[in-house]
């Protein structure tokens, strides 16, 4: 008969899709926010847990700088140094409007945001887009990418508009709709979460995937990469909410 598997192994599992950083860091939080390390505990070391969760060590020190700048982890140095959960942790992050959501009603919400914006780059690839459709999604691309960091909100903002754009030109106005009143509720949950740099960095690359597979007409990547890219923000909400 099996062994018991240990919540640690359950935790620090490999992760399994192409948001290496975005998982590792949902992996970290959870790991901490289940007692699976507890608070003022050393987490493994770096090669041993890279290993665990099947990440470059470069992955792996850039999700735990991530959350250690949100205040769960803090690192030691010397000889018995290494990184350590915080003896006092941030309060859970609550969304502006109430209580932090339900499992159920985050789910609900991440769930009818990959139909609804996985469908939308697939429709906007599979149509014929107009000069002045492929300029404004290029613009929205370009907008999105040149903001200063640091410009947090400014940059919540342009990134809606670039997926509202990719909704807009599928040319349908009730998928239009319903990606602005999902957006809505996706950036309620965001604005509970910090924004990570490496991330804004992961995001932008995803961001130009996805258009370059709308403006080449490739409606299956189109789809497979907005996939992703919605599957990594679902992660880190996840990990933090």
Do not use: C
């Not at 959870?30 to 505990?41: F, K, M, N, S, T």
């Not at 996985?118 to 999604?137: K, N, T």
């Not at 990418?145 to 040319?171: K, N």
């Not at 924004?195 to 490739?218: C, F, P, W």
Request: charged share 25%.
């Amino acid at each position: 008969m099996p062994g018991r598997l240990p919540a640690s192994a359950a935790v620090f599992r490999p992760v399994r899709t192409r948001n290496a950083f975005e998982e590792t860091v949902e992996r970290l939080l959870q790991a901490i926010r289940l007692g699976v390390a507890a608070p003022g505990e050393r987490l493994p070391a770096e090669r041993e847990l890279a290993a665990r969760l099947g990440v470059s060590r470069v992955t792996l020190r850039e999700a735990i700088r991530a959350v250690a700048d949100a205040g769960y982890v803090e690192s030691r140095r010397g000889r018995y140094g290494g990184t350590f959960v915080a003896e006092d942790l941030p309060s859970l992050p609550r969304p502006r409007r109430g209580a932090t959501p339900t499992g159920a009603e985050l789910e609900d919400v991440l769930t009818l945001r990959r139909v609804l914006e996985s469908g939308a780059a697939e429709s906007a690839a599979a149509r014929s887009l107009s000069p002045a459709e492929r300029q404004h999604l290029r613009g929205r691309l370009t907008g999105v990418a040149e903001v200063p960091r640091g410009e947090e909100a400014e940059y919540r903002r342009r990134d809606s508009r670039l997926h509202l754009a990719i909704a807009e030109v599928t040319a349908s106005a009730s998928l239009t709709t319903a990606v602005a009143d999902i957006r809505t509720k996706v950036n309620e949950l965001l604005d509970a979460i910090p924004l990570i740099s490496a991330n804004i960095e992961h995001s932008n690359e995803q961001h130009r995937t996805i258009v370059e597979a709308i403006l080449s007409g490739d409606a299956p990547a189109a789809r497979a990469a907005m996939d992703e890219h919605v599957g990594g923000t679902a992660a880190l909400l996840r990990g933090f909410l």
